[in-house]
């Protein structure tokens, strides 16, 4: 999942994404993909904040833009107060 999601380099061999080279073009791959978590552990971890910097990371976003587009986020839908609370709180 890693290497197909652009996180680490393939061991071996080529990985293909929808025609795009993960390797030479993660950025195409990163577009045409979506990653969510497999198991719902991190609800009671996570806050809605939190999460938004994980997928900002996963985008390979520099830490003050990952920041900046959460905020942005939670203040563009009105979920400010939302977003310091954990996932499991939500509906």
């Known amino acids: 999942m890693q290497?197909?999601?652009t996180l680490?380099?393939?061991?071996g061999g080529q990985?293909?994404?929808?025609g795009h080279d993960?390797?030479?073009e993660p950025g195409a791959v990163r577009a045409v993909i979506?990653?969510?978590g497999q198991f719902s552990?991190?609800?009671?971890?996570?806050?809605?904040e939190k999460n938004l910097m994980l997928m900002a990371d996963l985008h390979h976003l520099r830490r003050a833009e990952g920041r900046r587009r959460t905020a942005e986020l939670l203040e563009q839908f009105d979920l400010v107060e939302a977003g310091k609370q954990t996932l499991a709180t939500y509906s």
Do not use: E, M, Q, Y
Not at 41 to 48: E, H, I, R
């Open 22 to 24: 993960v390797a030479a």
């Open 8 to 11: 680490i380099g393939a061991g």
């Open 3 to 5: 290497t197909v999601s």
């Open 15 to 18: 990985v293909r994404v929808a």
């Open 34 to 36: 979506g990653v969510t």
């Open 41 to 48: 552990a991190v609800d009671n971890l996570l806050t809605g």
